[in-house]
């Protein structure tokens, strides 16, 4: 059986918005151990950056908790969110899907607080993937991919607007919903052809194959 993924779902649990990153992973610096304040914070922050590869995934656990802390210590919500986020990945990583998932509901209410409604979505975004890819719960990957995309409109995050109807059209696919998953996949095409739009690599090409796919499918 074949399941519709999208260019985006290569990119799980990369956060690319004003919440975390857009650095590539670093070696710990130099002298870490010396480093206090802000300049901790932000080695930590460096060092905890989210990495597919092979990694001592304990000790990346320990900094981003660390980091989390010293963040929210020194009055810096956006870098504590930050920290928060890249600490769901790594106890994503470390196999903790439960205390995964109460992380990034935390720091969505932090977004929130904060009004970093790009941030907000992400994280629902990663409660949906969590749900997903962790737990094979269709339903709630489905409701939070849906909060995700409301929550992307609210910030005209067009960016995020994208990704997470090309997340909903692929669930409404892996449920045999084919025509629902059509509208998501040709309406989020629409958007990356638009010329103002921020360029996406190959993920117009991939949005219409998932569209015709899916359309096929309805079809029978």
């Known amino acids: 059986m074949r399941f519709i993924h999208s260019i985006w779902i290569a990119m799980f649990f990369l956060v690319p918005c004003p919440l975390v990153m857009a650095r590539q992973a670093q070696e710990i610096p130099l002298g870490l151990d010396s480093l206090k304040g802000r300049a901790r914070l932000s080695a930590l922050l460096d060092v905890t950056v989210q990495s597919d590869g092979p990694g001592p995934t304990k000790e990346r656990l320990a900094q981003a908790k660390e980091a989390s802390v010293l963040a929210r210590d020194l009055g810096d919500p956006l870098a504590q969110a ?64 849906l909060e995700a995309f409301e929550t992307a409109k609210i910030a005209n995050d067009s960016n ?47 949005m219409d194959e998932n569209a015709e796919y899916s359309l096929k499918m309805a079809q029978g």
């Open 82 to 145: 930050r920290a928060m986020s890249q600490l769901g990945y790594w106890q994503y990583r470390d196999a903790d899907y439960p205390g995964s998932l109460e992380t990034y509901f935390q720091t969505r209410e932090l977004c929130t607080k904060i009004q970093d409604r790009s941030g907000a979505s992400l994280m629902e975004e990663q409660i949906g993937h969590t749900f997903l890819y962790c737990y094979a719960d269709y339903n709630n990957a489905l409701k939070y991919y």
């Open 160 to 206: 995020r607007i994208v990704k997470t109807m090309s997340f909903i059209g692929d669930v409404y696919s892996q449920k045999g919903e084919f025509q629902t998953a059509t509208s998501y996949f040709t309406k989020a095409l629409a958007i990356c052809e638009n010329p103002g739009a921020p360029p996406r690599g190959n993920s117009i090409a991939q």
